[in-house]
């Protein structure tokens, strides 16, 4: 099935628990919401780069960047999923296109490459939707449990090889998003991401240990 045309949506909602005003944090000199709208771009995959947000500053410096659409606030309240944002972003286009592609702010070591080759992939699965992944590190051994008086040591559960979403990308066919509304009750094949080139950044110490890797990738291609 042609999944053309395709297009990213970038959610950038300004409130953050954890991280008050994460979106707009700077790495490495640039607001994450806007390196993702550059890295979607300058990947020739998509046939327009939306960015969903709530936040004037964000919209305002979106212009000339790429579309945008001002949400709602009640799709940035707390709870409310992607899966809402999505949905609002496709009902204000003019016609829904084949596919779109999820492309978080908090993914910074997203690089073209990654999104070039998951479209690659999901172009040509008969799959209906691609997620990128994350292999979760396995645990310690054992662990410590501290009481007063008292250090018991206690067994893990038994070790599985356990994946997580990274924020790469989600790349979904329309349909399939619109007959479910749920992204894993559509049929999905995965995209590992290796740790190196994957940081979620949901606090700020999250931010700088990205930096830190971009920094030192960056010093040993120059080598």
Not at 131 to 141: F, I
Not at 201 to 215: G, P, R, S
């Amino acid at each position: 099935m042609d999944k053309t045309p395709c297009v990213a949506i970038i959610p950038a909602k300004g409130i953050s628990e954890r991280f008050p005003g994460k979106n707009k944090a700077l790495f490495l000199g640039v607001p994450l919401w806007r390196l993702a709208a550059n890295v979607a771009a300058g990947s020739g995959v998509f046939s327009e780069v939306i960015i969903s947000t709530d936040d004037p500053t964000i919209f305002n410096e979106a212009s000339g960047v790429c579309s945008r659409i001002m949400r709602p606030p009640i799709l940035s309240a707390e709870g409310v999923g992607v899966q809402a944002v999505v949905f609002h972003v496709l009902s204000t286009l003019p016609e829904f296109p084949k596919s779109f592609c999820v492309v978080l702010p908090t993914s910074p070591l997203r690089k073209v490459g990654h999104l070039v080759a998951m479209w690659e992939k999901f172009s040509k699965s008969s799959q209906q939707a691609l997620l990128s992944v994350r292999l979760v590190p396995k645990p310690h051994e054992y662990f410590l449990e501290m009481r007063t008086g008292y250090v018991d040591r206690i067994d893990p559960p038994e070790w599985r090889q356990w994946w997580i979403h990274d924020g790469t990308a989600l790349f979904c066919e329309t349909r399939a998003f619109l007959q479910h509304f749920d992204f894993y009750k559509i049929p999905m094949d995965a995209f590992p991401i290796p740790q190196e080139e994957s940081v979620d950044v949901n606090t700020e110490q999250d931010l700088v240990w990205a930096e830190f890797l971009a920094v030192r990738e960056a010093e040993r291609v120059q080598l």
